[in-house]
T-cell receptor, first 106, second 116 residues
């Protein structure tokens, strides 16, 4: 069983829709990261969470430590949000989920 | 610019050749790591380091060597390249606070390696 599971693997939505990507993990962690990778591009950090909720623009990330679950939400989605979103958890090392490929249609 | 510098961006090797992927960061980060990214597999940890002189294996270490002689540098060596090592490689670093690795992750731009 993978230690970090993301769902869905692929998601296609219309511009303006509210998007939710989920991440569940099975190990004890000190922090959880959400990352973004555009096609053919590098990887950038969106959020680092150890508890609660963070917001940056149209992006919101939440984490429930007891349930070992995190969600990334995108409000008013836009075609430029099309990318792969990756969840990563860390204790002494960092373990990645396989990513969620998001495609926003204009 | 501050950040993680990874070189080369592209490399083509023949089977059996050796090479080193370079990774340097100027943020005084203790944690540095190497990942490979393959279609459908996500990012897989090759080796990581929690400080100068300390390295450990990740999920897919076979065929790769690392060393950490300084805080800034964490090179990845392929001693005898194989076609199975064709991949995109990323270096990442992070800070720590009081021994807890709670810093933001910073990635290099990636190195695309093809082994013929």
């Amino acid at each position: 069983k993978n230690e970090v599971e993301q769902s869905p693997q692929n998601l296609t939505a219309q511009e303006g829709e509210f998007i939710t990507i989920n991440c569940s993990y099975s190990v004890g962690i000190s922090a959880l990261h959400w990352l973004q990778q555009h096609p053919g591009g590098g990887i950038v950090s969106l959020f680092m969470l150890s508890s609660g909720k963070k917001k940056h623009g149209r992006l919101i990330a939440t984490i429930n430590i007891q349930e070992k679950h995190s969600s990334l939400h995108i409000t008013a989605s836009h075609p430029r949000d099309s990318a792969v979103y990756i969840c990563a958890v860390r204790d002494d090392k960092i373990i990645f989920g396989k990513g969620t490929r998001l495609h926003i249609l204009p | 610019n501050a950040g993680v510098t990874q070189t080369p961006k592209f490399q083509v090797l023949k089977t059996g050749q050796s090479m080193t992927l370079q990774c340097a960061q100027d943020m005084n980060h203790e944690y540095m790591s190497w990942y490979r990214q393959d279609p459908g597999m996500g990012l897989r940890l090759i080796h990581y380091s929690v400080g100068a002189g300390i390295t450990d294996q990740g999920e897919v270490p076979n065929g790769y060597n690392v060393s950490r002689s300084t805080t800034e540098d964490f090179p990845l060596r392929l001693l005898s390249a194989a076609p199975s090592q064709t991949s995109v490689y990323f270096c990442a670093s992070s800070s720590s606070l009081g021994g807890l690795y709670t810093g933001e992750l910073f990635f290099g731009e990636g190195s695309r390696l093809t082994v013929l």
